[in-house]
Structures are given as C-alpha cells and as structure tokens.
C-alpha cells in the first residue's frame, strides 16, 4: 500500500512557476513510477508526465513540454513537479500516481495502482 500527498499548488499569474510535492508513504516508493495528472473543471483527467522508478526516464503530455519538470528523490520518497511559464488553462486540480511497472500505457489514468487526493493550481491571466 502506498498513500501519496500532494502540495504546493495555489493561485499564481500567468507566466509565473510552481512547484508541487508528492510524498509518498511506505519503503517500496522507488519501485513505483510516478505519474501527475491534472483535471480542470468539467474535463477529464489528463496525463501531464511520468518519471521511471530511478528517474532516468520521463516522459510529458505535448501540451506541457518543455514548461513542465518531474524529479524525484528516492531518498525522501518525493515525486515533484516544476511548473514554469504557466498558462491559465494550467488551471486544475493537479493528482500524483503510482504505478508498479513503467509501461507504454504511463499516459492513461487506468494504468496506475494509488492516488493523491489532489492539489489545486489556479493561474490568473
């Protein structure tokens, strides 16, 4: 069992940069992939990136590449998302995932085993 918690969203003006934390419970956090996902109001969740269990390995949702950084420290049992050159439609409420295996499947919600609970991110124009 692994129990995440997501932090360090709030409201921030366009052009602005973020930093959310999700940290994660238990001893087996590094043979996890972690993933972020985000849902705006009235929309489906999307993926936003993953990092492989090491963190040799990420990958991102076109719309957030090259603003957006996923690290992880294996030491704090951490995941974190650096949000640069945010954009109002940024604005969600942005979940960390575990999943047991990096698969090619990283980009769907089903893929992963945990779930925060959510953190939200507003970014004013």
């Known amino acids: 069992q692994v129990q995440l918690v997501e932090s360090g969203g709030g409201l921030v003006q366009a052009g602005g940069s973020l930093r959310l934390s999700c940290a994660a419970s238990g001893r087996t956090f590094a043979s996890y992939a972690m993933g972020w996902f985000r849902q705006a109001a009235g929309k489906e969740r999307e993926f936003v990136g993953v990092?492989?269990?090491?963190?040799?390995?990420?990958h991102y949702a076109d719309s957030v590449k090259g603003r957006f950084t996923i690290s992880r420290d294996n030491a704090k049992n951490t995941v974190y998302l650096q949000m640069n050159s945010l954009k109002p439609e940024d604005t969600a409420v942005f979940y960390c995932?575990?999943?047991?295996?990096?698969?090619?499947?990283?980009?769907?919600?089903?893929?992963?085993?945990?779930w925060g609970q959510g953190t939200q991110v507003t970014v004013s124009s």
């Open positions: 990092v492989s269990q090491s963190g040799d390995r990420t």
């Open positions: 995932a575990a999943d047991r295996d990096y698969r090619g499947t990283y980009a769907y919600a089903w893929n992963y085993d945990y």
